[in-house]
């Protein structure tokens, strides 16, 4: 069983830092476009950072030059970097694989149980 577990979430003022982590466990043999989305109250899902398949990165427009994706193949974990946080970043952010390959099977779009990032004015 394949399992996304975000961490690093909180609440922090206008301005600070946060460092999100999400490890990926289960017998993992490969991961595939793995990266950060976020939802606010009200509002759809959206992408804020990914590594794509070919192992480049995309970023939402609003987060450019202020967050930073990164991963650890050997952990199997992504992190995202979010600097100069804004009130408008606060959200619940998600952690999605498109593809993960296990040992035992292959897992499509697993997502995260989400952790909370509240900016404060």
């Known amino acids: 069983q394949v399992q996304l577990v975000e961490s690093g979430g909180g609440l922090v003022q206008a301005g600070e830092s946060l460092r999100l982590s999400c490890v990926a466990s289960?017998?993992?043999?490969?991961?595939?476009?793995m990266g950060w989305y976020r939802q606010a109250p009200g509002k759809q899902r959206e992408l804020v950072a990914a590594?794509?398949?070919?192992?480049?990165?995309n970023y939402a427009d609003s987060v450019k030059g202020r967050f930073t994706i990164s991963r650890d193949k050997d952990k199997n974990t992504v992190y995202l970097q979010m600097n100069s946080l804004k009130p408008e970043d606060t959200a619940v952010y998600y952690c999605?694989?498109?593809?993960?390959?296990?040992?035992?099977?292959?897992?499509?779009?697993?997502w995260g149980q989400g952790t909370q990032v509240t900016v404060s004015s």
């Open positions: 999605h694989a498109a593809k993960i390959t296990t040992i035992f099977a292959t897992i499509y779009n697993p």
């Open positions: 590594f794509t398949s070919g192992g480049n990165t």
């Open positions: 289960g017998s993992i043999f490969s991961i595939n476009a």
